[in-house]
């Protein structure tokens, strides 16, 4: 899908929504769509221990793909230039989990805006949709997907997917959001992966 772009959240929002929700840990196998400039990776790759620099704990892995240049993030294997929603893109991630499967989602991913916030909104829910299709053939069950959206009308259409294929869904409004953003996570856990959402 052209006209995808990063959405740039903070590294401290990552971590506040982390910390609030214990998404992340060691050991952790965690796929980052959409992850430019790299927050998300940056927050997965010290709570997976992706680097190992804990010794004590479980070694973890992060891949972050984006349509964009990132600059290299220790620990981190990073498929810059890719568009996750592409068959190519998505089969490099599978050779890069070597036959295992996912423990969290994760999805950054915004398009390019129009002007138009219903197309803005339909464009982004249709990323999200993708990162869904892509959970059942990648993630554990019991998995974790996170996904941002700009809140609209197809909003409880997406809600009514995840809820398919997790046992609990919820709406994350993140606290350093105005009162008056569009901008939310949808947090789906306990993956089960029984349907095709879309």
């Not at 995808?4 to 050991?27: C, E, Q, V, Y």
């Not at 990323?127 to 019991?142: A, E, H, I, P, Y």
């Not at 953003?181 to 856990?189: D, K, T, W």
């Amino acid at each position: 899908m052209r006209g995808i772009k990063h959405s740039g959240t903070h590294p401290s929002l990552a971590r506040r929504i982390n910390d609030r929700f214990h998404i992340l840990k060691p050991g952790h196998v965690v796929v980052d769509c959409g992850s430019a400039p790299g927050s998300w990776c940056q927050v997965a790759a010290h709570k997976v221990n992706a680097n190992g620099e804990d010794e004590t704990k479980p070694r973890g892995t992060v891949i972050g793909i984006d349509l964009q240049s990132m600059v290299p993030i220790e620990g981190v294997h990073l498929l810059p230039h890719c568009d996750f929603t592409t068959e190519s893109t998505q089969m490099k991630v599978k050779d890069l989990l070597h036959g295992k499967k996912a423990d969290v989602l994760l999805s950054d991913m915004a398009p390019s805006a129009t002007g138009i916030k219903s197309h803005n909104h339909e464009a982004i829910v249709g990323l999200c949709f993708s990162v869904l299709r892509f959970s059942l053939s990648v993630l554990n069950n019991g998995g974790t997907i996170v996904c941002k959206l700009w809140s609209g009308g197809d909003q409880p259409r997406l809600e009514r997917a995840m809820k398919i294929i997790c046992d609990s869904v919820r709406v994350v409004k993140p606290d350093a959001s105005r009162d008056d953003s569009a901008e939310i996570f949808m947090l789906g856990r306990g993956f089960k992966g029984s349907r095709n959402p879309s």
